[in-house]
């Protein structure tokens, strides 16, 4: 009689924040490996295989046999114009470099085996400003400017400062000097990412499409769908990317494992190593001729 073992297929879906992704990928991973959106692309799937491997015994060419699908979250770019008030000039969002990158990366990304893409927008909610802490600075002075008695200038005199106001218009001045053309952000926010993260987890919860579920965050405001998930019997697990967590947060989370490696922890050849390994994992199963995947979607 013969006897044949069958490993069990796991269903897992990953699911990645991406705007807390790319803010954590330069702490992660060496500038040449992450400085084109098709290595950007490698470094997720990277990632997600890691995961794969960590909790199943496949073989590294079979690790997609055990996903379900990988959802990635990000927002369109801003493709709006606006006038910026230090550098006097146009701004065309749509064609800064940021937005280029992003839309190639997801170009890039609809390529990739059960990955799908799920985009928000951004729209505009407010003018330029600069960082909330030179703002928070600047308005220290306030009272201190209106202390200044300036009524001598209107009639071609001169104001004579205390050494104290002296050494406080210094201040002033050198605050103001940290504040470059560059310092400044248009008020631009993130719509429907969130949103879009806590209806999915529960949609594939509920209709039992995974039973494990990989949030790559650092976000703590999934903790409500994560509660559903697990008290569905699904397996939660997170990746904060080697940020650290509140404490409370393992009662919501059935584990906590990066799919990159720590800090200071890996070569760049070692990165560059385990990329290429994973790149020929991938080409021993599909063949370089294959026709481009059709982009992936939630089932309704």
Same mark, same amino acid.
């Given at each position: 009689?013969?006897?044949?073992?069958?490993?069990?297929?796991?269903?897992?879906?990953?699911?990645?924040?991406?705007?807390?992704?790319?803010?954590?990928?330069?702490?992660?991973?060496?500038?040449?490996h992450r400085d084109?959106?098709?290595?950007?692309?490698?470094?997720?799937?990277?990632?997600?295989?890691?995961?794969?491997?960590?909790?199943?015994?496949?073989?590294?060419?079979?690790?997609?046999?055990?996903?379900?699908?990988?959802?990635?979250?990000?927002?369109?770019?801003?493709?709006?114009?606006?006038?910026?008030?230090?550098?006097?000039?146009?701004?065309?969002?749509?064609?800064?470099?940021?937005?280029?990158?992003?839309?190639?990366?997801?170009?890039?990304?609809?390529?990739?085996?059960?990955?799908?893409?799920?985009?928000g927008k951004v729209?505009?909610?407010?003018?330029?400003?600069?960082?909330?802490?030179?703002?928070?600075?600047?308005?220290?002075?306030?009272?201190?400017?209106?202390?200044?008695?300036?009524? /001598? @200038?209107?009639?071609? %005199?001169?104001?004579?400062?205390?050494?104290?106001? #002296?050494?406080? *218009?210094?201040?002033? +001045?050198?605050?103001?000097?940290?504040?470059?053309?560059?310092?400044?952000?248009?008020?631009?926010?993130?719509?429907?990412?969130?949103?879009?993260?806590?209806?999915?987890?529960?949609?594939?919860?509920?209709?039992?499409?995974?039973?494990?579920?990989?949030?790559?965050?650092?976000?703590?405001?999934?903790?409500?769908?994560?509660?559903l998930a697990r008290?569905?019997?699904?397996?939660?697990?997170?990746?904060?990317?080697?940020?650290?967590?509140?404490?409370?947060?393992?009662?919501?989370?059935?584990?906590?494992?990066? /799919? @990159?490696?720590?800090? %200071?922890?890996?070569?760049?050849?070692?990165?560059? #190593?385990?990329? *290429?390994?994973?790149? +020929?994992?991938?080409?021993?199963?599909?063949?370089?001729?294959?026709?481009?995947?059709?982009?992936?979607?939630?089932?309704?």
């Amino acid at each position: 009689m013969r006897w044949v073992i069958r490993m069990r297929i796991r269903r897992i879906a990953i699911l990645i924040d991406a705007g807390f992704f790319l803010k954590r990928l330069p702490k992660l991973v060496a500038h040449q490996h992450r400085d084109t959106p098709e290595k950007v692309a490698r470094i997720v799937n990277l990632l997600c295989r890691t995961h794969v491997l960590h909790i199943t015994e496949a073989e590294k060419k079979r690790w997609h046999d055990h996903v379900y699908r990988i959802f990635f979250y990000d927002a369109v770019p801003y493709s709006g114009q606006a006038h910026h008030p230090l550098k006097n000039q146009q701004i065309d969002f749509g064609k800064t470099a940021e937005a280029q990158f992003r839309l190639a990366l997801f170009d890039c990304l609809r390529r990739q085996r059960k990955l799908a893409l799920r985009l928000g927008k951004v729209t505009r909610e407010g003018d330029w400003s600069p960082p909330t802490d030179k703002v928070r600075r600047l308005l220290a002075t306030r009272d201190w400017v209106a202390s200044l008695n300036l009524n /001598g @200038l209107e009639n071609g %005199g001169q104001v004579t400062l205390t050494k104290q106001q #002296a050494e406080e *218009a210094v201040r002033l +001045q050198k605050r103001w000097g940290e504040i470059d053309n560059n310092g400044i952000t248009l008020g631009l926010r993130q719509k429907g990412v969130d949103m879009r993260i806590g209806l999915d987890i529960a949609s594939i919860t509920l209709k039992k499409q995974a039973d494990t579920i990989i949030l790559v965050s650092g976000d703590s405001d999934f903790v409500p769908a994560a509660k559903l998930a697990r008290r569905e019997g699904v397996e939660f697990i997170l990746d904060p990317l080697w940020q650290s967590v509140n404490e409370d947060l393992f009662e919501h989370i059935d584990g906590l494992h990066s /799919g @990159l490696s720590k800090p %200071g922890a890996q070569s760049n050849a070692g990165i560059a #190593a385990a990329i *290429a390994d994973a790149d +020929q994992a991938a080409a021993e199963l599909v063949p370089a001729s294959a026709p481009r995947a059709a982009e992936a979607e939630l089932e309704e």
